[in-house]
């Protein structure tokens, strides 16, 4: 096998398409939705010592948990669209790897980064508002953002759209570090790239026990869900058999499943803060999320296939603008209640997040008609062979960020 990393452009590998990965997608993006939104306006005017408070953020703490899902999506698309491109090409172009996501992610990052940085102290000194800004540009221009709030006491960013920026920084790190090491150092066992990562998360989080926000957002701790999602997508393209036998299941056994998954998991909870409780717990969060993209692809019987429902599909190609934009229309929402001086009781609030919903929907397909779609067709284009087809929309599908 051969790795290129040659300036020679590759020939356009005919990437698989999941159509139901589109609609998980959008339901892991709806579940942050959700949680940012409510979080913050409860934040802002509900009494912390509220009952509605304490039990509410606990139910939307649930949402929170899509970024994880992204994540294990990231590691199952991307080890599959490497290992098919080797197998359908005879060699893996890390340099053409590296272009596509440079394409697919930086536009819209850097002007999420611009909007934090620039626009909203520019306002705030324009409207005479006190403002301080801890989080580090230069730590979020070299895609370190998730490690930018451990030097300054765990401080979230004052700019909110800037707080949702750390996940990004986790996937811009893994593409950096994930075709080396599963096609070249690990390329004579592949599991062995999978089983190191997971190793290493697990050591960080059973010695990071009680430190919540390192557990949250540090790159090492949050590594095991792309390397479950790897480990995922290894198997599937690597054995027939093991899709097949995904395929056989009976419609009755893909929700018992995800039932006796579910009491796993609340058992689980129930053990508390132990070290070792503390460490295992997301890697069978991981798995149980694995175990979605593996039924939503390969179940054939399953009776929860996103993929029937048109609207969770088409919204799943725009899942990284929203992502990236709904901060900043819950930013602007907020400003207008405080300027309006509406009132903050709990049904204006839940209202109110309702609005922010279609708002964040058309910001992000504005961005990519006009920022994302433009870099896309730039890498088609730049990538593929003179003669090959190529799916412009299927680049877009296989890019998968998180949110």
Same mark, same amino acid.
């Given at each position: 096998?051969?790795?290129?990393?040659?300036?020679?452009?590759?020939?356009? @590998?005919?990437?698989?398409?999941?159509?139901? *990965?589109?609609?998980?997608?959008?339901?892991?993006?709806?579940?942050?939705?959700?949680?940012? $939104?409510?979080?913050?306006?409860? !934040?802002?005017?509900?009494?912390?010592?509220?009952?509605?408070?304490?039990?509410?953020?606990?139910?939307?703490?649930?949402?929170?948990?899509?970024?994880?899902?992204?994540?294990?999506?990231?590691?199952?698309?991307?080890?599959? *669209?490497?290992?098919?491109?080797?197998?359908?090409?005879?060699?893996?172009?890390?340099?053409?790897?590296?272009?596509?996501?440079?394409?697919?992610?930086?536009?819209?990052?850097?002007?999420?980064?611009?909007?934090?940085?620039? %626009?909203?102290?520019? !306002?705030?000194?324009?409207?005479?508002?006190?403002?301080?800004?801890?989080?580090?540009?230069?730590?979020?221009?070299?895609? *370190?953002? /998730?490690?930018?709030?451990?030097?300054?006491?765990?401080?979230?960013?004052?700019?909110? /759209?800037?707080?949702?920026?750390?996940?990004?920084?986790?996937?811009?790190?893994?593409?950096?570090?994930?075709?080396?090491?599963?096609?070249?150092?690990?390329?004579?066992?592949?599991?062995?790239?999978?089983?190191?990562?997971?190793?290493?998360?697990?050591?960080?989080?059973?010695?990071?026990?009680?430190?919540?926000?390192?557990?949250?957002?540090?790159?090492?701790?949050?590594?095991?869900?792309?390397?479950?999602?790897?480990?995922?997508?290894?198997?599937?393209?690597?054995?027939?058999?093991? #899709?097949?036998?995904?395929?056989?299941?009976?419609?009755?056994?893909?929700?018992?499943? !995800? %039932?006796?998954?579910?009491?796993?998991?609340?058992?689980?909870?129930?053990?508390?803060?132990?070290?070792?409780? %503390?460490?295992?717990?997301?890697?069978? #969060?991981?798995?149980?999320?694995?175990?979605?993209?593996?039924?939503? /692809?390969?179940?054939?019987?399953?009776?929860?296939?996103?993929?029937?429902?048109?609207?969770?599909?088409?919204?799943?190609?725009?899942?990284?603008?929203?992502?990236?934009?709904?901060?900043?229309?819950?930013?602007?929402?907020?400003?207008?209640? $405080?300027?309006?001086?509406?009132? $903050?009781?709990?049904? @204006?609030?839940?209202?109110?997040?309702?609005?922010?919903?279609?708002?964040?929907?058309?910001?992000?397909?504005?961005?990519?008609?006009?920022?994302?779609?433009?870099?896309?067709?730039?890498?088609?284009?730049?990538?593929?062979?003179?003669?090959?087809?190529?799916?412009?929309?299927?680049?877009?599908?296989?890019?998968?960020? /998180?949110?």
């Amino acid at each position: 096998m051969t790795i290129l990393i040659t300036h020679r452009p590759a020939m356009k @590998t005919r990437a698989t398409y999941f159509p139901n *990965l589109d609609g998980l997608r959008t339901v892991a993006c709806l579940g942050v939705f959700l949680f940012h $939104t409510l979080y913050l306006y409860a !934040y802002l005017w509900t009494p912390h010592d509220a009952p509605v408070f304490r039990y509410g953020l606990r139910l939307l703490s649930v949402g929170a948990q899509g970024v994880s899902l992204f994540f294990v999506l990231s590691g199952f698309l991307i080890t599959y *669209l490497l290992l098919q491109e080797e197998a359908e090409q005879g060699q893996v172009s890390i340099r053409g790897f590296y272009l596509r996501r440079v394409l697919r992610i930086w536009p819209l990052y850097f002007a999420c980064m611009a909007f934090g940085f620039v %626009v909203v102290p520019w !306002y705030m000194h324009l409207t005479g508002q006190p403002w301080h800004e801890t989080a580090d540009p230069g730590m979020y221009a070299l895609f *370190l953002a /998730n490690l930018d709030a451990f030097r300054h006491a765990n401080a979230v960013p004052a700019t909110f /759209n800037l707080a949702v920026l750390w996940s990004v920084s986790v996937e811009e790190q893994f593409y950096l570090v994930w075709p080396v090491l599963l096609m070249v150092l690990f390329r004579w066992w592949r599991p062995g790239a999978f089983l190191l990562i997971i190793g290493v998360s697990l050591w960080f989080r059973y010695t990071h026990a009680t430190d919540d926000a390192r557990l949250f957002a540090h790159t090492l701790s949050v590594a095991g869900d792309l390397a479950v999602g790897g480990l995922a997508g290894w198997a599937s393209f690597r054995y027939a058999g093991f #899709r097949a036998w995904l395929g056989r299941w009976p419609r009755w056994a893909v929700p018992a499943v !995800y %039932v006796a998954l579910f009491a796993l998991m609340a058992g689980q909870h129930a053990l508390g803060s132990h070290p070792l409780n %503390v460490a295992v717990e997301r890697l069978v #969060r991981s798995a149980f999320f694995a175990f979605i993209v593996l039924e939503q /692809n390969y179940a054939a019987h399953s009776p929860f296939k996103l993929g029937r429902s048109r609207w969770l599909t088409y919204w799943g190609t725009f899942t990284y603008g929203f992502y990236c934009l709904h901060p900043i229309v819950i930013m602007v929402v907020s400003e207008a209640i $405080t300027r309006l001086h509406l009132p $903050t009781q709990l049904p @204006t609030v839940i209202g109110l997040a309702l609005v922010s919903l279609p708002l964040s929907a058309g910001l992000a397909w504005l961005s990519y008609q006009y920022l994302e779609r433009p870099f896309l067709k730039l890498k088609t284009r730049r990538l593929a062979a003179p003669g090959v087809s190529s799916s412009q929309t299927q680049e877009v599908r296989e890019a998968v960020v /998180n949110g």
